[in-house]
């Protein structure tokens, strides 16, 4: 712990690790909020200590959860403008860049909400995995345009975010089924579209989102359904330009099973992955407020984005 830190860096931290803050767009915006207050509350003398204290809370915020890139992406943003010659010059480009950084993110969202509900036609039926406000996005735009649009939402456990899901586009006026996730093959073929959000997009195209994703997309492709991806372009993983790989979250097994259950069980192990990776081939377009993409072509949008080289500012 730093004591120099602002308790709202300790708490968001806090709150995304035990996912009261999910998502990647809403992890991204808590992330950017959050340095904004530590740049208004910091009481830093130097610029030199201001700086420091803000790649202090950026570097808190970031160990938080692995796997969504929107979150070092936001952090990037924010702390590539903290820049000038005075504590007060520091200060307001971090406030600005984190305003910035949460207008843009709206924006997008929209944007990408318009493109994906191009897609979707008057009468269509989507199924969901877990609660993506990308995804969502798409689907709100289209009922605004008066399509009429139907849902099979899955549960996904173990935190069964379909529940937050359901509940949103029951809201909208979207007819809403809710369905466990072993169900889902059997409602593929009365399925128009699958729709998912992304936790990070790999230069090769894969989708890196919640767990059970690749296996709805794959079991998608057999039916001959269509899968798109709803990423904005936060969730493009510049690392992965160069090689790297996305590191998958592995999670508490109490979200499995409670501890009567596991006691019951025995000496096994559970295994709690939050997250998988679809191959590019069962992906048939990413969705972006850029437009939409082959996932094979989404290398070239990403370089023009982030070029070949990948800072890490919040390490001293
Ligand atoms: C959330 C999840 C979502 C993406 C996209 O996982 O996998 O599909 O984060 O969401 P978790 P959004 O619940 O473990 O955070 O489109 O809102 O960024």
């Known amino acids: 712990s730093n004591p120099q830190l602002h308790p709202d860096i300790e708490e968001t931290a806090a709150k995304i690790a035990s996912m009261e803050i999910r998502g990647a767009a809403t992890i991204a915006a808590a992330a950017a909020t959050a340095l904004r207050t530590q740049a208004i509350e910091c009481t830093?003398?130097?610029?030199?200590?201001?700086?420091?204290?803000?790649?202090?809370?950026?570097?808190?915020?970031?160990?938080?959860?692995?796997t969504a890139v929107s979150l070092p992406n936001a952090l990037r943003y924010v702390l590539r403008r903290m820049a000038g010659e005075t504590v007060g010059t520091l200060r307001a480009g971090v406030i600005n860049a984190a305003d910035?950084?949460?207008?843009?993110?709206?924006?997008?969202?929209?944007?990408?909400?318009?493109?994906?509900?191009?897609?979707l036609r008057?009468?269509?039926?989507?199924?969901?995995?877990?609660h993506s406000?990308?995804?969502?996005?798409?689907?709100?735009?289209?009922?605004?345009?008066?399509?009429?649009?139907?849902?099979?939402?899955?549960?996904?456990?173990?935190?069964?975010?379909?529940?937050?899901t359901a509940r949103e586009l029951r809201e909208m006026g979207?007819?809403?089924?809710?369905?466990?996730?072993?169900?889902?093959?059997?409602?593929?073929?009365?399925?128009?579209?699958?729709?998912?959000?992304?936790?990070?997009?790999?230069?090769?195209?894969?989708?890196?989102?919640?767990?059970?994703?690749s296996g709805l997309a794959v079991n998608a492709r057999d039916r001959g359904t269509p899968v798109m991806a709803a990423a904005q372009t936060i969730k493009l993983h510049p690392d992965t330009l160069t090689g790297h790989t996305v590191e998958?979250?592995?999670?508490d097994e109490r979200e499995v099973i409670d501890s009567e259950t596991r006691d019951s069980i025995g000496d096994i192990t559970v295994d709690n992955p939050a997250f998988d990776v679809t191959p590019p081939r069962y992906v048939d377009a990413i969705i972006t407020e850029r437009g939409q993409f082959p996932p094979?072509?989404?290398?070239?949008?990403?370089?023009?984005?982030?070029g070949e080289s990948v800072d890490e500012p919040w390490e001293e």
């Open 296 to 306: 094979e072509s989404i290398v070239t949008l990403m370089r023009e984005l982030f």
């Open 44 to 66: 830093a003398a130097t610029p030199q200590d201001f700086e420091s204290t803000l790649r202090a809370a950026a570097r808190r915020l970031h160990t938080t959860r692995p």
């Open 122 to 130: 008057d009468g269509d039926t989507v199924m969901t995995h877990c």
């Open 133 to 164: 406000t990308d995804a969502l996005a798409c689907i709100e735009t289209a009922v605004d345009q008066g399509k009429s649009i139907s849902a099979i939402v899955k549960e996904t456990r173990p935190r069964n975010q379909g529940h937050i």
């Open 100 to 119: 910035e950084f949460v207008d843009r993110l709206d924006r997008a969202q929209a944007d990408l909400g318009a493109v994906g509900a191009n897609r």
């Open 174 to 213: 979207v007819d809403v089924t809710l369905i466990v996730d072993s169900a889902a093959r059997r409602y593929l073929n009365a399925v128009d579209h699958v729709i998912v959000g992304a936790d990070s997009i790999a230069a090769d195209g894969s989708v890196i989102n919640k767990i059970g994703t």
């Open 248 to 251: 998958i979250e592995m999670r």
